[in-house]
């Protein structure tokens, strides 16, 4: 683990880094050390003297260089400390195996090497840009130090390493660190480090585990128990329970908490009497690391290593490499795009590591169609194995080379990358959706549309439909294309434009079909058209065998019968991602749809999983309406808010809702807001709604609000406690990881896993992991071995949901609501009831249609429901509330996004309040997060605003995609088409050289390849 800070006094600084080794100190002969090229510069090696160091982090350097800071003060510096996992410290301090102190010195090295590589920049001075801009420097000035211990005087190694705050730029200057990038990449260099110094402690012999929250690759020492590390770790324990007191946990939350529990140092302390009581402790709980490190000492005297015994007796190159990604837990695929390499033209080491880079790259590109470099070595990294970051830096460079990643700009930590994969299908969806244009009869004649349109809007209850909402509806019934995109802003009355038009739809003989991505709203969408709804997930599956191309001749002409001609409508389209979407178009120009629409805003909350199909398609001559008049705000304050977000002028807007800002203590910002909720006047309480950027300020929110409820004897003191699942948020790819299976965590399986010995709807408790399998326990007692890399990769959906537990706690009068969904009973997934009685063991809830159901211990439902007074933006997108109460904190810097805030105070149609514990803070984190999805097409430059295809371009490339799709199938004719002059065949060696190859074969060979693409484009 690494963690940042930074330094305050450099004198103070100097004396305390220097002299805090109290128990290593005989076992290595250099406690201190100067790192980086900067040093180098001056001639600083060896041991760190401490005047030296205070005139360094001063900034004045040995050659007479000052670097001074603004208005005189100068930074000196951030500490960066590396962390050896509890079980290292353990072994090497109470076993005495010294070599794992080197270890850990040579992984701090070997990642400030990299750090000064990839991370270390200056401003300097752009004369033709006439600014500062940033530069890599490639060079620091850096102090470590070994320390052994942790305030509580447990065994712990770690190394402080102190970059001064110096680093000389290209104009031959020295300037101070721009430390932005440091704190960016500190995930990135804590999975280095873990990485680095995993391979050196398996080298030793050591086999290693991932730890119990395996973040960045954590890892402990196989034998060192977990009562051993808990019984160590006392100062964790202190941090933990810190931050337990308000729910929180992110890195800098943290740091606070271990500055606000930390202790004072001993000034003198007594090595040998505490050295007494850590043998005391490890001998209380049978802790002896002794045969462990003599069984290394053995298998390091025989050069073997947990990897080597892998492949111990394994004799083809192509299984060595096998079953080394085997025991990583990943299970190769044949034609992995990423890795197209013959089996056993890779030696196994590399292997593994093209294994982890295409693992990565799919979990990534769940949720991304386009992701950093740095993250991309990060996710490989977290896949351990015998992998280090040089491997994977090699193999991503070499995907590169090859086009078979795609990236913007330079090689370097701000680049953006993306798969021919996710270009085929952005480049599909434009496709298919250009192929319905002039394709289909329109639904209604533009004789008289006008007045049917406002007729029927009458006719439903609707005031008179605006000119935006009006011209969407004349659009949509009159024109031939079958595509049409409605973007409006929240408020503007989309879904209301579209119901006189599903009307005159069914007026015409016409099915219509409402969908939308969640079933609440979908459900409300389907009541506003007077039209039968569905999720667009539902939808997909029903039609799932006719999309795949599987479905019966009768099942297709049922299903032709049903769509043919229809209109089918989509809510809040923004939400959908590309895939989907690539489905959905698919179907409707398979089934000749009459009308495919769909309604959103490029401005709110994107799709989870990846793409931005909505917004792409505006930009590519796809028929379109814009509604632009707000509707639902009816108030100065937020009519003001909403034109200031309409023109992306988020200052002006939080200068409006700056008389409704209430600025609280850290911690306390649900407290004061449920507060502010609970005494407000029933009716009015029920048209408020208490909103917040993410799942734990939602649920810290519910708690709170509930909290004052009883005090305020608004619902009963009694109640019954539940233990409900809270879904882990993790991708399909991720599932197929080891670090989401944590102790106590449950998994339920979604499909049938046959070879596994699991069916559908069975689910267990994980009770540990071993071996590479996570160990549950059923609930008729049995204890059963589930493999997550043998998850199949083929489904649309998750194979397995993995829940934490959580208990809540009912009172009659509660708000809940359901995070499942209950078909037979017509319960759906977020919509909202209340609890209206408990008797016994019985909850009685009244649901949103107003029926009333009974719900006894173990009916499923009551574990998949939530208190419901707090909603986050995801839930919220869709609402609308007379009222709103905003829960935003600078702690959640990730989630205040200019889309989350957006959707946020959109819902709230009079008036809105801001409850934060830093406005300024939260302005600037709102301002400069957009929260927008990454896109691969722009990421690889081919398609911007500017630079868009013709129309002809278009219709060209779609009748091409439809020959070459006959011959090649849609995926591999697409990247044929969107990448004419690369090695598209797949099957040549990604080697840099071959033996007994010359660079004349290996053109020829890229010429024949290249003829062969040029072949197939011709169809040949």
């Known amino acids: 683990m690494i963690t940042l800070g930074s330094i305050g006094s450099a004198s103070s600084a100097a004396e305390y880094y220097s002299a805090d080794n109290y128990y290593t100190a005989d076992q290595t002969q250099d406690a201190s050390a100067w790192f980086g090229k900067g040093a180098e510069a001056f001639g600083l090696s060896s041991k760190v003297e401490e005047q030296t160091f205070a005139a360094v982090l001063e900034g004045r350097l040995p050659d007479g260089s000052v670097i001074a800071g603004k208005d005189g003060l100068h930074r000196p510096g951030i500490d960066l400390t590396f962390s050896a996992s509890k079980s290292v410290s353990l072994v090497a301090m109470l076993g005495g195996d010294k070599r794992l102190v080197e270890a850990l010195k040579d992984s701090v090295t070997a990642t400030l090497r990299w750090a000064e590589k990839n991370v270390i920049e200056a401003r300097v001075w752009d004369a033709s840009q006439g600014r500062q801009v940033p530069e890599r420097t490639g060079n620091l000035i850096a102090a470590t130090f070994l320390h052994d211990v942790n305030r509580n005087g447990e065994p712990q190694l770690h190394i402080h390493a102190v970059v001064a705050n110096a680093t000389k730029a290209s104009d031959g200057k020295w300037h101070a660190v721009r430390n932005d990038e440091l704190y960016r990449a500190q995930h990135v260099l804590s999975a280095v480090h873990n990485a680095e110094l995993r391979s050196r402690v398996e080298a030793l012999g050591y086999e290693t585990v991932p730890a119990r929250n395996s973040i960045d690759g954590a890892f402990e020492i196989k034998g060192v128990t977990r009562e051993a590390v808990e019984a160590f770790s006392t100062r964790r324990a202190e941090i933990l329970a810190e931050l337990a007191k308000e729910d929180r946990g992110s890195a800098r939350e943290r740091e606070l908490a271990a500055l606000s529990t930390r202790r004072g140092k001993e000034l003198e302390p007594d090595a040998a009497r505490q050295v007494a ?392 910002i649900a407290g004061i807001a449920a507060d502010m909720w609970a005494d407000l006047p029933k009716e009015q309480r029920d048209n408020t709604i208490l909103l917040a950027a993410g799942r734990a300020m939602r649920s810290a929110g519910n708690a709170a609000a509930q909290a004052s409820l009883i005090d305020r004897g608004q619902i009963s003191a009694r109640g019954i406690k539940l233990e409900v699942l809270d879904r882990v948020t993790v991708t399909r790819e991720g599932a197929r990881q080891l670090k989401g299976y944590q102790e106590g965590r449950v998994v339920a399986f979604e499909t049938n896993l046959t070879r596994q010995g699991f069916a559908r709807g069975e689910r267990g408790t994980v009770i540990g992991v071993r071996d590479g399998k996570v160990e549950l326990a059923m609930p008729n007692g049995e204890v059963r071995r589930f493999d997550p890399d043998r998850l199949p990769r083929n489904l649309k959906h998750d194979a397995v949901t993995i829940f934490e537990r959580k208990n809540i706690a009912l009172h009659q009068g509660d708000r809940i609501r359901w995070t499942a969904k209950d078909g037979e009973r017509g319960l759906l997934n977020g919509d909202i009831a209340h609890v209206a009685r408990i008797d016994g063991d019985t909850i009685t809830v009244t649901a949103g249609d107003g029926k009333l159901h009974d719900l006894s211990r173990g009916d499923p439902m009551l574990e998949r429901l939530d208190l419901a007074y707090a909603s986050n933006v995801h839930v919220a997108q869709g609402m609308t509330a007379k009222n709103g109460i905003i829960m935003m904190s600078e702690r959640e810097r990730m989630l205040n996004t200019s889309a989350s805030f957006l959707v946020a105070v959109t819902r709230i149609a009079e008036n809105a309040t801001l409850v934060t514990d830093n406005p300024d803070r939260v302005e600037r984190q709102v301002d400069t997060r957009s929260g927008a999805k990454t896109s691969a097409l722009e990421t690889a430059r081919e398609v911007t605003t500017g630079d868009r295809p013709n129309q002809q371009e278009v219709a060209a490339m779609s009748e091409d995609l439809k020959k070459l799709a006959e011959k090649l199938g849609p995926e591999f004719a697409l990247a044929v088409l969107t990448n004419k002059e690369r090695d598209i065949t797949l099957e040549k060696s990604l080697y840099r050289s071959e033996p007994g190859r010359g660079s004349g074969d290996r053109e020829m060979d890229k010429e024949r390849q290249l003829e062969r693409g040029r072949d197939l484009e011709r169809g040949r």
């Open 277 to 668: 009581a850590w043998k005391e402790t490890a001998r209380a709980i049978g802790f002896d690391p002794s045969r462990l490190i003599e069984s290394t000492m053995a298998r390091a005297a025989g050069e073997q290593t947990v990897w080597s015994r892998v492949v111990n007796g394994i004799r083809g190159i192509g299984e060595r490499g096998m079953a080394i990604a085997s025991a990583m837990g990943l299970t190769p695929r044949d034609s992995d795009p990423l890795v197209p390499e013959r089996l056993g033209r890779l030696e196994p080491k590399a292997f593994a590591a093209a294994q982890a880079v295409a693992s990565a790259a799919q979990e990534l590109g769940e949720r991304e169609a386009a992701f950093s470099r740095n993250d991309l070595i990060r996710t490989a990294l977290e896949r351990r194995g015998p992998i280090t970051v040089d491997m994977i830096e090699d193999r991503i460079d070499l995907l590169q080379e090859r086009g078979l990643l795609v990236g913007s700009g330079p090689a370097d930590r701000d680049q953006m990358l993306t798969t021919e994969q996710a270009l085929a299908m952005e480049n599909k969806v434009i496709s298919l959706a250009q192929a319905g244009k002039d394709s289909v009869q329109p639904i209604a004649d533009k004789d008289g549309i006008v007045a049917r349109l406002q007729e029927q809007a009458r006719a439903i209850g609707l005031r008179r439909l605006n000119p935006g909402q009006e011209q969407a509806g004349v659009a949509i019934l009159t024109s031939k294309d079958r595509v049409h995109l409605v973007q409006g802003g929240a408020g503007v009355g989309k879904s209301a434009a579209l119901a006189p038009v599903a009307a005159i739809a069914r007026e015409e003989g016409r099915q219509v079909v409402a969908l939308s991505h969640v079933g609440r709203i979908a459900r409300e969408f389907g009541e506003k058209t007077a039209s039968p709804a569905s999720t667009v997930d539902a939808f997909l599956a029903r039609y799932g065998r006719v999309i795949d191309g599987s479905a019966s001749a009768d099942k297709v002409a049922a299903a032709r019968a049903e769509l043919s001609g229809a209109l089918v409508m989509v809510d809040e389209a923004s939400q959908i991602g590309t895939d989907r979407l690539a489905r959905l178009i698919t179907l409707a120009n398979q089934m000749d749809v009459g009308k495919l629409v769909l309604a959103g805003d490029i401005k709110q909350l994107p799709a989870i999983e990846a793409g931005k199909p909505f917004a792409q398609l505006q930009q590519q001559y796809v028929r379109q309406s814009q509604i632009t008049e707000n509707l639902r705000a009816q108030t100065p304050q937020m009519q003001a808010i909403n034109r200031a977000l309409e023109q992306g002028d988020v200052a002006q807007a939080f200068a409006v809702l700056k008389p409704a800002t209430i600025e609280v203590a850290p911690g306390k």
